[in-house]
């Protein structure tokens, strides 16, 4: 059985709501829980490098995540990856590594919510890359995209092909 490698970096999939405060913000992974609830029976391993919003990102963060995929023993890993910069994470990965099966994946609500669409992204990426050939792709909605053939739709919140 493949051993999966999940990176957790937060976004809205790991965002809560604090109701005192009136607004949203990371204090844990909701992973562990998800895979529970899922029963997955996966050999997972699982590392939080940071737990922020992906348009906080810069260099440092992308290198960062970078870096943790070359040295994971794992060929097959899962990002848990805000939407807002996915595809500049991903083409940062795409251009560097070759040796693995990388999908990022996120949600457009929150994991906590009612209707999130986390669930089924983390369960479609941790099929995704136990089936996908070595690469870089990003994994939303049920489908998945090359890191070079991939664009965020702000208008509609889904991902598609570049045109």
């Known amino acids: 059985m493949k051993k999966i490698k999940i990176i957790i970096t937060g976004g809205t999939f790991e965002k ?50 970078m870096q943790e995929c070359k040295l994971s023993e794992e060929e097959h890993i899962v990002i848990i990856h805000g939407t807002d910069s996915m595809t500049k994470t991903a083409a ?38 136990q089936s996908l050939q070595k690469g870089v792709y990003v994994a939303m909605n049920g489908r998945y995209f090359r890191w070079d053939d991939v664009q965020k739709d702000n208008g509609s919140g889904f991902f598609r092909r570049r045109p």
Not at 34 to 58: N, P, Q, T
Not at 107 to 127: K, R, V, Y
């Open 92 to 129: 940062i990965l795409g251009k560097n590594i070759r040796n693995k099966t990388i999908i990022l994946t996120g949600a457009m609500i929150p994991a906590c919510f009612p209707n999130s669409d986390a669930e089924f992204n983390l369960g479609a990426a941790m099929a995704f890359v």
């Open 16 to 65: 809560e709501y604090n109701e005192i405060a009136q607004e949203f913000s990371i204090v844990k992974t909701q992973v562990p829980e998800l895979l529970k609830k899922a029963r997955s029976r996966l050999v997972v391993s699982s590392k939080i490098l940071f737990l922020r919003d992906s348009k906080e990102f810069g260099d440092s963060e992308r290198i960062s995540i």
